[in-house]
């Protein structure tokens, strides 16, 4: 990857905003090997169909960024006007309301608003648009199936992605929690079980947002 000194420092210093600032509901990961390869993971707002699902998605930059702008995909299936079967999201400010100047956390908090807001009118899921106009019961039932299937499996997974954008350790971890999960036994209390999974979401995010920071104050060093 060969990007202009002025480009990478640009994307690194928005990485470390977003690492020691996030926007509410957004946790943002840093693919060192491909600065133009960022991942994010997205709180389903509450009161909508995505309510406590949590959804990947990633920013593909261009090489000529920012004066292009990034494509958008969602990663975890949703079923949602503006976004694809595939995961392409259609939105605004990744076409005519693109400027040089348009942050990438401006991006992601419109994304998220998406999942509050959709736009029918412009929808890449002709099926999901038709519903929300026509029989927003309907809509509003499926959307929360597909979030149930998806977004909150992926809710319960709190392993941070790795630099390659995988849940590097994943399935590792999923085997030693169902280990674990065998010898606690029937005297196990669900209500610990969850306790402990949300200390360990909450330190591996904590882990992650350091790492990330570690890795962005030292390229910046090195331009």
């Known amino acids: 990857m060969d990007l202009p000194a002025a480009t990478m420092k640009r994307i690194m210093r928005e990485l470390a905003e977003l690492s020691t600032s996030p926007p509410e509901g957004i946790r943002v990961f840093m693919n060192e090997q491909n600065l133009l390869d960022i991942q994010a993971e997205i ?32 990663i975890t299936k949703v079923f949602h006007p503006n976004v694809s079967t595939s995961g392409d999201i259609c939105v605004n400010v990744l076409k005519r309301d693109w400027t040089s100047e348009t942050t990438l956390r401006h ?52 392993t941070p992605l790795t630099t390659s954008g995988a849940n590097a350790g994943g399935a590792a971890a999923g085997e030693g929690g169902k280990k674990e999960a065998g010898a606690g036994g029937e005297g196990s209390s669900p209500t610990l079980k969850k306790a402990k999974s949300e200390a360990a979401g909450k330190a591996a995010a904590g882990a992650a947002a350091s790492a990330t920071m570690a890795k962005v104050k030292k390229g910046l060093k090195r331009l």
């Open 107 to 158: 991006v992601f908090m419109v994304i998220r608003c998406l999942l509050i807001q959709p736009f029918p009118d412009s929808a890449l899921n002709e099926e999901a648009g038709k519903l929300l106009l026509e029989d927003y019961e309907e809509y509003d039932k499926r959307a929360r199936l597909m979030t149930s299937i998806h977004g909150l499996s992926q809710a319960k997974r709190p």
């Open 43 to 74: 709180e389903g707002p509450q009161g909508t169909p995505f309510e406590n699902g949590m959804f990947r998605m990633r920013l593909t930059l261009p090489t000529d960024f920012p004066a292009s702008p990034p494509k958008g995909f969602f």
